[in-house]
């Protein structure tokens, strides 16, 4: 057991902080002597002097200012681990499971763990970034608290999120923008097409014109736009993730007659509404924040082609 107390670390805490054993004792509501032999009691304990007298006013010595420098990180850990019994006592979630589409706009979702963070400190956060039908998978088995997904989910109640736009891109160099000419769905056979692959682990499905000879298939978004960029094939690709790409001429949208561009909704949705805690509630309002705030034209608003 340790010799010194909390509250002793505490008294010592209030007394420097507040420039004397008066000041200190209105503060924490104890007597100028209670806190004075506790003070007294701690150096005792600990064989050093924590405090020296300056006139009327006491300050810390160097070996009581490196003693107290490490007992706050108590002090804080203390209080932070009351805050999260208090919040348990309350329902609060000691953790949240989040599934997150790829395509969701990265900037969007940054912004929402922020904003969760500076709320639920102390509230862990898995964060799942899926593709397709993953997250709509985790939900099926109950891995999943939240899920923001472009897919709905049979028997589950989804609300709208926003929406992300695809667009068909290519690197400026890639063969189909040399036919100069305005393109057909025809004109993408015979050219290699980038997908990203379903992260269902049972039930991966296929999305979009997967129609080309040639198909690579990667696990990541992030993967297939940098193929992009290297000119290894075309792709649809959401532009909240190619705006700065398509800004510096990297890679440029196919002149496609039709199916150049689609919009998908992405929905969010709660594995049960009713019994999520507030740390659930709270990481769907800040997502639905951070939306409206980062991308207001999405909030009006097997595998995926990529």
Same mark, same amino acid.
């Given at each position: 057991m340790s010799r010194v107390t909390l509250a002793q670390w505490q008294m010592l805490a209030a007394v420097v902080d507040h420039g004397g054993f008066a000041r200190a004792a209105e503060v924490v509501h104890k007597s100028p002597s209670t806190l004075n032999h506790a003070v007294h009691k701690l150096e005792q304990q600990l064989g050093v002097q924590v405090l020296e007298p300056v006139g009327r006013q006491v300050r810390l010595t160097e070996a009581g200012e490196m003693l107290l420098r490490r007992a706050r990180q108590l002090i804080e850990s203390a209080e932070a681990l009351e805050d999260v019994a208090g919040r348990l006592s309350? !329902? #609060? $979630? *000691?953790?949240?499971? #989040? *599934?997150?589409?790829?395509?969701?706009? &990265?900037?969007?979702?940054?912004? /929402? #763990?922020?904003?969760?963070?500076? /709320?639920? &400190?102390?509230?862990? %956060?898995?964060?799942?970034?899926? %593709? #397709?039908? !993953?997250g709509i998978e985790m939900l099926y088995d109950g891995r999943a608290d939240l899920v923001a997904s472009g897919l709905s989910a049979q028997g589950f109640l989804g609300e709208p999120l926003g929406q992300v736009r695809f667009i068909a891109v290519a690197h400026p160099e890639h063969q189909l923008h040399r036919l100069d000419r305005q393109l057909d769905l025809r004109d993408l056979l015979r050219h290699r097409q980038l997908v990203v692959r379903d992260s269902a682990l049972r039930q991966s499905m296929d999305s979009g014109w997967l129609k080309a000879e040639q198909r690579w298939t990667v696990s990541h978004l992030e993967t297939s736009i940098d193929m992009v960029r290297r000119g290894l094939g075309f792709a649809w690709l959401p532009d909240t993730r190619i705006t700065a790409d398509m800004a510096a001429g990297r890679m440029t949208a196919l002149p496609l007659?039709?199916? !150049?561009?689609?919009?998908?909704?992405?929905?969010?949705?709660?594995?049960?509404?009713?019994? *999520?805690?507030?740390?659930?509630?709270?990481?769907? $309002?800040a997502l639905h924040g951070a939306v409206a705030s980062e991308c207001p034209t999405e909030a009006e608003g097997g595998r995926r082609e990529a």
């Open positions: 309350e !329902g #609060l $979630e *000691a953790e949240v499971v #989040l *599934a997150v589409d790829q395509i969701f706009p &990265p900037q969007a979702l940054a912004v /929402a #763990l922020s904003r969760f963070s500076a /709320a639920f &400190p102390h509230v862990r %956060v898995q964060l799942h970034e899926t %593709v #397709l039908n !993953g007659a039709a199916g !150049g561009v689609r919009d998908i909704p992405i929905q969010l949705i709660f594995r049960d509404r009713d019994r *999520a805690g507030p740390a659930t509630h709270a990481m769907a $309002e």
